[in-house]
Nanobody, 115 residues
């Protein structure tokens, strides 16, 4: 399974970015896809996840600013990030939870929010 993430970059405070992630390979069935992030010197943390049934879960810090969406048939997940803050600066990783309970990770895409 390969996950290809894109869409990161440099943006000013208050700006927006849209991350994309496409899965390929031996993806026979997916339970959920999502996004995590890791800032320098910090642990990786969940940002947003969405199950195949459309149930979403957001970190409290991004509620109301970030929106996750998926195209299940294409194993694709998006993260629309609005009203970005400097504390959102991190490397963002997409994830795919396969039906056999294995989790796969994308390569990461860097998001930098300048103040």
């Amino acid at each position: 399974v390969q996950l290809q993430a894109s869409g990161g970059g440099l943006v000013q405070t208050g700006g927006s970015l849209r991350l994309s992630c496409v899965g390929s390979g031996n993806i026979f069935s997916v339970n959920a896809m999502g996004w995590y992030r890791q800032a320098p010197g910090k642990r990786r943390e969940p940002v947003a996840t969405m199950t195949n049934g459309g149930v979403t879960n957001y970190a409290e810090s991004v509620q109301g600013r970030f929106t996750i969406s998926r195209v299940n048939a294409e194993n694709t997940v998006y993260l629309q990030m609005n009203s970005l803050k400097p504390e959102d600066t991190a490397t963002y990783y997409c994830s795919l939870d396969r039906a056999d309970n294995l989790r796969f990770w994308g390569q990461g895409t860097m998001v930098t929010v300048s103040s």
